[in-house]
């Protein structure tokens, strides 16, 4: 059963960056309500679609450098990246249904 990883701003240039697949990076903080309520939709994701996508959580208050180079001013917001470039920019909540649309996996 695959998992979305936690990538720091230590390890999210291999784990992002240098991906051999799409990565979702989910943005989030302990303290954000919203974060809560799309957390389990980012794992349900990262377990349906693993072998189409990587999924991946930064946590803002802890990595600070990566998610002040992406320009991240609120969260939840979903970075979507193909061959290490952000192709797609996804801020807020939306369910499980819309975000997998937005992604392009159905």
């Known amino acids: 059963m695959t998992k979305a990883i936690e990538v720091t701003d230590v390890t999210f240039k291999d784990e992002v960056i240098g991906a051999d697949k799409p990565v979702v990076v989910d943005f989030w903080a302990e303290w954000c309500g919203p974060c809560k309520m799309v957390a389990p939709v980012v794992e349900e994701i990262a377990q349906e679609y693993d072998d189409t996508i990587k999924v991946a959580k930064l946590n803002v208050d802890e990595n600070q450098a990566v998610a002040s180079q992406y320009g991240i001013m609120s969260i ?11 192709k797609d920019k996804l801020v807020g909540y939306m369910p499980k249904d819309k975000l997998v649309n937005k992604l392009g996996l159905k």
């Open 76 to 86: 939840p917001t979903m970075l979507v990246f193909e061959n290490g470039e952000v």
